[in-house]
């Protein structure tokens, strides 16, 4: 019987997600098989019980959006001042299988738990794209991954889609590069976001991330950024008019999801005390950076060590640990307002630090948050042929909020007491007339 | 420079780009917080890369989101070159922490909203990216306007070799004018 060449895939947002055979060798390689052990949304699970998914499967879902945007973008109509971008049939073919593969290897370089604290748990310059880049240009995917395919790709195409200008900002990029690897790392239309939203809505049981993609990416068009006439003509992702609703759809349903699920307090001080934990076991507080180590370091290694930890009360890391075994969170004592904000822009840093003053850093954390990317701005092409500005077509997008949190955390056997002293003393701690330029 | 103290600076310069009738959107300033860094030599310490529309710089785009997300700047729809980013309810408040830091920048400030007020987008592109490549790469001498424009077509190839051969002549006069204010000869 003939080698089966075509694989596929379930999947509970996407039903199938195909592979050939060349790209069923990159997801089992070690290196995409260890992304089944590390959980998309860290501790998420302790909030929203549901939401265990791992970053194997989303790395599968950004693969399968990722073709359908290929798709959509490359075929007719392409707009007249985009044409000469767009590469011939046999170099499409080649860039789409870049863009599979870059899809899939797109978050190989997360810590367990997908941990965002990157500059405190990895050593200085490193950051988990650094770490993707050093796995698909390491030796061991060379020879066991690359060098195996039946149709070669170069790996630095690899690197540089997956990561786009951001994760490789020592690379130059030409046009199609760019804009092959906003296809993944977009800020506004990246596929990487609308699969995680649609897949940490659907894990965490909320609704608030869906949106309508079938149509939004149907409607994805590589535009010149439009606008007057002395506008650039720089090509970037942009929608056909029909499409700006369920582009509003989209960024309203990131706001939501971040407001909801992924700024959650509880979540948040979770992941503090992972951190915490971390520090405390890992080898000079930090995660290795060889690959070797980083491959063997999942969140089955962490989570044992958590509950070693747990049991031993000698273990330098014991309470911390125990703040997340039984679960003994911190408990939330101040969270940012905007009355507290037109008074001190530094509110919650004013308060933190007179938290510390009060009752000992030990029993006290702080969070904060700011909205990263998702620009409500993009070109849209009109019916009559012109391309504007899409916040001038549309009533919502200025409308949708920036994300942004700012958290003060207490020992939960301290929060009554501490609630009644922040009640006390809030306005003399947030008008404290403290120098603070240098 | 503390975050904050950045903000400040930020917002000075927002306010005379709108003072010289620029149309103030986002590209405008991130063109003009490149020429008072690298120019300038404002210690910003934003990281600039060669991207949307010549030099950019993620931070600072996620910076002017902290400031939306503050009230220190919002935006204004402007049909059609997009959005302009205004002060917000909250940027009094901002300026009035930091009063030495302005005062220190201010002549910076006006310089590049003087130089650069006028611009539309394809200007701004145009002109800083011709910047970025002179200071990338020392190597070339002032006098090499013909390298430098066929490498600004070759990574931005939207931008003619003539219009690239333009930018680098006005960069240059910028560059000049500019030693004066930051002590450079």
């Known amino acids: 019987m ?20 060349d790209e ?33 499967e989303h790395s599968l879902g950004v693969m399968e959006l990722a073709t359908r945007v290929f798709d959509v973008i490359t075929a007719p109509p392409i707009h007249d001042k985009i044409r000469d971008i767009i590469p011939n049939k046999d170099k499409r073919s080649y860039w789409r299988r870049v863009l599979r593969m870059a899809a899939l290897c797109h978050d190989l370089g997360h810590l367990p738990f997908s941990h965002a604290a990157e500059t405190e748990l990895l050593p200085e310059g490193w950051d988990h794209e650094r770490l993707t880049k050093e796995i698909i240009r390491s030796d061991e995917m060379k020879s066991q991954t690359w060098e195996l ?25 030409n046009e199609w590069e760019t804009i092959l690897s906003e296809i993944i790392t977009g800020d506004t239309f990246g596929v990487d976001r609308m ?7 659907l894990h965490a049981g909320v609704a608030y991330g869906k949106f309508d993609h079938y149509r939004l990416i149907d409607t994805l068009r590589i535009l010149p950024k439009g606008g007057g006439e002395d506008d650039s003509d720089e090509p970037t992702l942009g929608l056909d008019y029909g499409g700006v609703q369920s582009a509003e759809a989209l960024l309203w349903a990131r706001y939501f999801m971040f407001s909801q699920v992924y700024c959650h307090p509880v979540r948040r001080i979770y992941d503090i005390h992972l951190k915490d934990f971390l520090q405390k076991w890992l080898e000079n507080r930090k995660f290795s950076t060889e690959t070797k180590d980083h491959l063997e370091m999942t969140d089955i290694e962490v989570l044992a060590a958590l509950r070693e930890a747990n049991s031993d009360t000698k273990h ?29 822009p530094n509110a919650a840093v004013a308060i933190y630090e007179a938290a510390c003053k009060e009752y000992g850093p030990d029993f006290v954390r702080s969070d904060e948050y700011r909205q990263k990317g998702g620009s409500q701005y993009f070109p849209v092409l009109c019916k009559d042929g012109r391309v504007l500005q899409s916040v001038d077509l549309s009533d919502t997008l200025l409308k949708v909020p920036v994300v942004v949190s700012d958290f003060v955390f207490i020992d939960r056997k301290l929060q009554p007491k501490a609630l009644k002293w922040l009640e006390e003393n809030r306005n003399k701690i947030i008008t404290s007339k403290e120098e603070i330029e240098e | 420079m503390k975050r904050l103290q950045r903000s400040a600076v930020i917002l000075s310069l927002v306010e005379e780009l709108l003072q010289r009738d ?30 949307k529309h010549g030099p950019f710089s993620f931070d600072l785009s996620d910076e002017l989101m902290a400031m939306r997300a503050d009230n220190m700047v919002q935006l204004k729809s402007r049909p059609p070159y997009g959005p302009s980013i205004i002060p917000g309810p909250n940027s009094e408040r901002l300026k009035q922490l930091f009063p030495i830091t302005l005062q220190k920048y201010k002549e910076r400030v006006e310089f590049v909203a003087k130089e650069l007020g006028s611009f539309g987008v394809a200007d701004l592109e145009r002109t800083a990216t011709a ?7 020392t190597t070339l001498g002032d006098d090499k306007i013909e390298e430098r424009a066929l490498l600004i077509n070759k990574l931005k190839p939207h931008i003619s070799i003539e219009n690239a051969r333009l930018s680098l002549e006005n960069g240059k006069e910028i560059r000049e004018k500019a030693k004066s204010l930051v002590g450079i000869g």
């Open chain 2, 131 to 137: 910047l970025y490549v002179t200071l990338k790469d």
């Open chain 1, 195 to 201: 699969d995680y939203l649609l897949r940490d809505s």
């Open chain 1, 2 to 21: 003939a080698k089966k060449d075509k694989h596929e895939v379930r999947d509970p947002i996407h039903v199938f997600v195909r592979l050939d055979t």
């Open chain 1, 24 to 56: 069923r060798k990159v997801l089992d390689s070690p290196e995409l098989q260890r992304l089944r052990n590390i959980h998309q949304l860290a501790l998420t699970y302790l909030v929203y019980p549901g939401a265990t998914h791992r970053r194997f």
């Open chain 1, 149 to 173: 395919l039946e149709v070669p790709v170069k790996i630095e195409d690899i690197v540089k889609v997956a990561l786009g200008p951001k994760g490789s900002k020592e690379l130059i990029f």
């Open chain 1, 316 to 344: 330098p890391g014991h309470i911390h640990a125990k703040r997340i075994i039984k679960r003994g969170h911190f408990k939330l004592l101040y969270s940012r307002n905007p009355n507290d904000q037109d008074i001190n």
């Open chain 2, 22 to 51: 620029s149309w103030c959107g986002e590209t405008h300033i991130q063109k003009a917080t490149y020429f008072l860094q690298e120019l300038l030599r404002v210690p910003l310490g934003f990281d600039f890369i060669l991207y």
